[in-house]
């Protein structure tokens, strides 16, 4: 993942030797965030409960930066551990979460205890370790279908499932914990994000993941509904310089919600061709099934916030990152036959398990 050259020298200062805790750091968004924590010089603390993570994300790393990258294998809900992880973190970025809208209206009690509880937890953690910012990781979700078209921050939430309302429970407590204990406390709401290491191995998976996996196994990409939805398809490496630029902003924040995202439109159509074209296969057309109920039909974000405040633009080619994905899916190792559970940490990682991995 390539980052601006002159930004990440301005950032570099910053964050070498900057003690953080990436909660949910073995997962997709989390794992690149912290290689660009360690990139620019961090001591980086990683919690996950590698119920959707995987330690592979970070093994490389654990291995050869072991005085700079400390692995806790618990969960957020755990509150001795998220103190023995925070230590001394100067900044907590909080991206642990059960991510899945899905997974939200089948079980939407864990979801609520994870994105909700656990959010609090992780303020009350950051508050008592005397953080010096928490910035949490939101989603255009909280939006729901009713945000004018680009959605800027001051439009009315209308979260429409289980796992929206669990997150925008958690800017709620990000913002109260600003005002009623002094925190420093960022919201970045995240559009729909695609890169390497997203997982496309269960029921939920992304569309991009899904459509990438479809086109190597030699099927058409399937779209529900007529492909004429739009996303703010946003590539991770966008997403991880806005983290970065909001860890490193000068100014105190109280829980002000910021949109991350490129600020432009895809269909879902225009992603599926584009993605069989990169993987060499662009005669499989996209079929189209049935909608999905209560899909919200366009998103894109309004991204003058984040160049106000954060100083963010969006960089790189959509199509190459897109190309990158695609041949990511593509490349990547089947698992090896010997070593089936991903999970495995052999004598890779510290840390005890709290949680068998799924
Ligand atoms: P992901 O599932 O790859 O990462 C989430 C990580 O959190 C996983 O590693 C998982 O194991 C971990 N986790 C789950 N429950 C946990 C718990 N109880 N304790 C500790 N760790 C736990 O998902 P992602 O796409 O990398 O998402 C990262 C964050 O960004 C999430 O907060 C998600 O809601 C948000 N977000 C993502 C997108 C997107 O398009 N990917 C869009 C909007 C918001």
Redesign the pocket.
Known sequence: MKLPADIVDRLRDRYAARPVLV????????SHLTDALLDLGARVSV???????LIANLSDRLESEPERLTFHH????DRESLTVAIGGAHTVFH?????SVQRSVEDPERTLA??ST?TARVLDAARHAKAHRVIL?????VYGDAAPLPAPETSAPRPRSPYAAS?LAGEHLAAAWSSTYGLDTLVLR?????GPR??ADTAYA?AIAAFATSVMEGRAPSIFGDGKQSRDFTPVANVVLGTLLAGAAERRFEGEPVNLALGRETTVDDLARAIAKALGKPELEPTHTEPRAGEVRHSRADVTRAHELLGFEPFGSFDDALAETARWYAERDNPDPDNPDPNDMGSRAPGTPSETPR
């Open positions: 909660t949910g750091g073995a997962g997709f968004i989390g919690l996950d409960d590698l119920s959707a993570g618990a969960s957020v809900l991206l642990a979460a059960v991510g994870v994105n656990g990781a939101s989603s255009s979700s997150k995240y559009f729909n994000v695609f997203q997982r992304a």
